[in-house]
């Protein structure tokens, strides 16, 4: 993670661009918009944090190619270059969905009912669809940077994930007991459990492609 952390302070061009496309989609949406529904304000949240955590994730494993792969290859465990890979790149993802948040509040205005309540199910939505990516990422560089067949991998993944963050964040915004969608929490969770699993059974396979 501490190199991962040097070489994108080294280069922060990803992560520059991914927040300026998330405050120019915002900017977008407060021209295009007088006033947004909570529906309509939820879609565009997770449609913004969706295609922004992408753009940040795709190229997680650029310095992971060639010359650099064999070196690392034998410098380290497969396991701990994808927990390493994950938990940096949920952690960008929480912070870019965080900022979000932030954007579309301050330009946008929300009506949500149980504000921390949404952000924590944020912050699971984010790193949900950070790790997500990240393995994706993985099995497109292993394919020789095939974005196409990792978009195509995300799907069985994601679509459940954001089935579910975009009924519990409208959720979110009316007064209706939290312990009713206790079920949809622990599919999240699980969800998330299931693809650092997944990620820690699958990479090892690949390193030694």
């Not at 949240?45 to 290859?73: K, M, N």
């Not at 393995?135 to 954001?162: D, E």
Request: net charge neutral; proline share 4%.
């Amino acid at each position: 993670m501490q190199r991962d952390l040097l070489i994108e302070w080294k280069d922060k061009s990803i992560l520059v661009s991914s927040i300026v496309y998330l405050l120019a989609v915002v900017f977008i949406c407060v021209q295009a918009f007088a006033f947004v529904e909570p529906d309509a304000w939820n879609a565009l949240f997770w449609i913004v944090t969706f295609f922004t955590v992408l753009s940040f994730t795709y190229r997680s494993f650029d310095h992971e190619i060639g010359s650099r792969f064999a070196y690392h290859y034998h410098l380290a465990k497969p396991q701990v270059i994808i927990t390493a890979k994950l938990f940096l790149n949920g952690m960008f993802a929480v912070l870019l969905t965080f900022l979000g948040y932030i954007a579309f509040s301050l330009f946008l205005g929300n009506e949500l009912v149980k504000p921390w309540l949404f952000l924590g199910v944020s912050l699971l939505g984010g790193l949900g669809i950070g790790f997500t990516f990240t393995l994706t990422s993985a099995l497109s560089a292993r394919a020789g940077g095939n974005l196409v067949l990792a978009s195509i991998l995300s799907l069985p993944l994601i679509l459940p994930l954001l089935t579910i963050l975009v009924g519990l964040t409208e959720f979110c915004f009316t007064a209706q007991p939290t312990v009713s969608k206790l079920p949809q929490f622990l599919g999240l969770l699980i969800l998330n459990i299931i693809i650092l699993v997944l990620s820690s059974l699958l990479f090892p396979y690949l390193w030694r492609d």
